[in-house]
């Protein structure tokens, strides 16, 4: 794989990132590293961002486009511009994760026997899109049209979302310049937005080609132009957030140099938001416009406080933690802890949904593949960006399928998907391949483990704890083996070797993937958004938090329900529309 290529120069790492840093020398005037860093005669801010992940650097940086703005954005973590690991996308494996990771960690999972697993997430500028495997999907359009339903806002359907995905997007081809047509639909893609994305650098192999040709003979799938336009279903060529061979994270696409000029953007870093806080309580809404934030090391406490808006922008598993501790949550479990309750939001940190994964394994023939040497992979990126350092690995395709109609578990159970055009799995290949449930019925929670901030929180991702996600793996599972195991493959893939519900008991089969189960990394909706009428949720439709002015939440802890699809698509998406509902609140 190339992202565990070992190469010989990281051995004079540190003179390798000064020269990285010589040559793309940053902009350093408007970000601070600590908060003794910031100079005392600072305006007002209009707009507090409290999270400088995925989310938050768009809005940071879309918010500032306007110099009417005066905007601070808050990070707990360090800078990631110019880091090698980060901009060079098959050195995904060789990321520091003591430093850009949060290295989260399950509870014991009832539904894993019992097992934990760590849980990533991105810490620093750019959150997990710096530390992510680049993969760029946007879901079916039934996903969205179903977000419009639950919320009672049409402004959620597909094809009121298309200029916002067009929007945040630059579409630059394949790595190299290679000739790619056939693999992507020029129209779906946006030109002129903010985050690079394209294709692998290298062409069509034979495994690409015999893929193809077992769609055609299986017939019950089939090649997928483009699998962005809103119906995924199929063969598809994967695409990825790495236009030019290089990583296009939130805070290289959105806080590039040019941004960080603007003299009405400031960025903090290394400080962690502890609270948000009432500007004055009033029913029957409160007034939440401030923000406590804290240096780790010095371990003081400052507060900061919007004139017009709070935007908390913590992910999935922040967002809640730090809106548990600010007292707005389950009065219950608030009053359980000794925090004052500000605001009964029972919702809070509740419905979790990850998408499930199970390993698969294949006796594949070995390959006559040519193997780059590193140091010329290594020179390769170094001039032109190719080679298998542009990319994260040698995957060019994915597959997406539905539960067939007739299967028992439908029949059993409702189904769980958005609509006919979204799919039920994604099917990554490989010796080691891997289905993923995208519709899973179990959910999890993140729950307060301590009233200290920077303990971090307890998180019961629920995964397999409903019996449709193992019923409906068991049938995706044999979608894969038939697809991978078809005459396409002949001579290619000697055998299955599972785990296999055709060859194992139902109780073996049970156990086994139990063992081997872990989630896909996806976790979303801990502050959904719902219609502003229900009792359930806790943002309404324009992601504002219910029962408070002044406040927003803006990441992927607002999905009302996860997208059959990888979920960094998605949240580029949602940010920027809710910039646009930022925007039109104020001017």
């Known amino acids: 794989m190339v992202s565990s290529l070992q190469l010989p120069f990281l051995t004079t790492h540190a003179f390798l990132l000064v020269t990285w840093h010589l040559l793309f020398p940053l902009a350093r005037c408007a ?4 908060l003794e860093g910031l100079p005392a005669d600072l305006k007002p801010f209009d707009f507090i961002v409290a999270g400088g992940g995925t989310a938050g650097s768009v809005v940071a940086s879309r918010l500032s486009e306007n110099t009417n703005f005066n905007v601070l954005l808050i990070e707990a973590g360090p800078d990631t511009a110019g880091v090698l690991e980060i901009e060079v996308p098959g050195l995904i494996g060789q990321i520091n994760a003591s430093i850009y ?4 960690v399950t509870t014991p999972q009832a539904g894993l026997n019992g097992r934990t697993l760590g849980v990533p997430r991105g810490r620093g500028l750019g959150g997990s899109s710096c530390i992510n495997g680049m993969a760029y999907s946007r ?10 339903r639950l919320t009672g806002d049409p402004r959620w359907r597909w094809n009121a979302l298309w200029p916002y995905m067009k929007r945040h997007e630059h579409w630059m081809g394949a790595a190299g310049g290679r000739n790619a047509t056939g693999e992507y639909d020029p129209s779906v893609h946006g030109y002129n937005g903010n985050v690079g994305t394209g294709l692998p650098w290298d062409a069509t192999n034979e495994h690409d080609i015999r893929a193809i040709r077992q769609t055609e003979i299986q017939g019950d799938l089939h090649l997928v132009s483009d699998h962005n336009a809103g119906q995924p279903i199929g063969l598809t060529w994967l695409q990825l957030t790495t236009g030019g061979g290089e990583r296009w994270s939130a805070a290289k696409s959105y806080l590039g140099p040019h941004v960080r000029r603007r003299p009405n953007l400031r960025i903090l870093l290394n400080t962690h938001v502890t609270r948000v806080l009432p500007v004055k309580a009033s029913k029957p809404r409160i007034d939440v416009r401030t923000v406590e934030v804290a240096d780790r090391a010095a371990g003081s406490r400052v507060t ?7 935007i908390l922008s913590g992910g999935t598993i922040g967002t809640p933690q730090i809106l548990l501790n600010s007292g707005i949550g389950n009065r219950t479990e608030l009053e359980r802890l000794g925090i004052p309750v500000v605001l009964d939001s029972p919702f809070v940190g509740e ?14 023939v070995p390959q006559n593949i040519t193997v780059i040497d590193p140091d010329v992979a290594w020179a390769m990126w170094q001039q032109n960006r190719t080679g298998p350092l542009s990319t994260p690995g040698p995957v060019h395709q994915v597959m997406w399928y539905r539960l067939p109609q007739k299967t028992d578990v439908l029949s059993k159970y409702k189904d769980t998907s958005s609509g006919p055009g979204s799919p039920h799995f994604q099917f990554t290949f490989g010796d080691q391949g891997r289905v993923i449930l995208l519709t899973p019925y179990s959910r999890g929670s993140v729950k307060l483990n301590s009233t200290d901030p920077f303990v971090h929180p307890i998180i019961d991702q629920g995964l397999l704890t409903h ?9 995706g599972i044999r979608t894969a083996k038939k697809f991978y195991t078809g005459p396409a493959w002949e001579g290619y893939v000697l055998g299955f070797g599972g785990p296999d519900p055709d060859v194992l008991s139902a109780e073996e089969f049970e156990t086994r993937v139990r063992e081997v189960a872990r989630t896909f990394l996806h976790p979303v909706g801990t502050a959904a958004m719902s219609s502003k009428h229900s009792k359930q949720g806790v943002v309404d439709s324009e992601l504002r938090v219910k029962g408070a002015t002044g406040l927003r939440v803006v990441d992927a802890s607002v999905f009302p329900l996860t997208p059959a699809s990888l979920t960094q698509g998605p949240v580029y ?10 925007r039109h609140s104020w001017l």
């Open 467 to 475: 019996p449709f996600d193992l019923a409906a793996l068991k049938e």
């Open 101 to 104: 990771n949060w290295n989260y």
């Open 31 to 34: 970000v601070y590293q600590s």
């Open 304 to 310: 900061f406080t919007a004139k017009k808006e709070l």
């Open 573 to 582: 998406i949602v940010s920027e529309r809710a910039v646009d509902f930022i």
């Open 351 to 364: 419905g979790m949904m990850e998408h499930v994964t199970v390993t698969l394994t294949w006796n594949i």
């Open 139 to 148: 879901g079916a359009s039934d996903d969205y049209d179903n977000w419009a």
